[in-house]
């Protein structure tokens, strides 16, 4: 999720959209939502990595 999170944040700083990274994201995400419904505090910890 780290690297997921900081390529979203450095795509949204400079403009770049990458069309593979948006198409993918949605499943990505699914993945951790059902993680992060565990843990709550995961997500902090990942954004402040990222």
């Keep these: 999720m780290i690297p997921e ?3 979203g944040y450095l795509a949204e700083m400079t403009g770049i959209l990458d069309e593979e990274l948006v198409s993918n994201h949605p ?3 699914q993945h951790w939502i ?3 419904k565990e843990d709550k505090n995961l997500l902090i910890e ?3 990595k990222a």
Excluded: E
Aim: glycine letters at 8%.
């Design 46 to 48: 990942a954004a402040s």
């Design 27 to 29: 499943a990505y995400l």
């Design 5 to 7: 999170m900081g390529a």
């Design 34 to 36: 059902s993680i992060l």
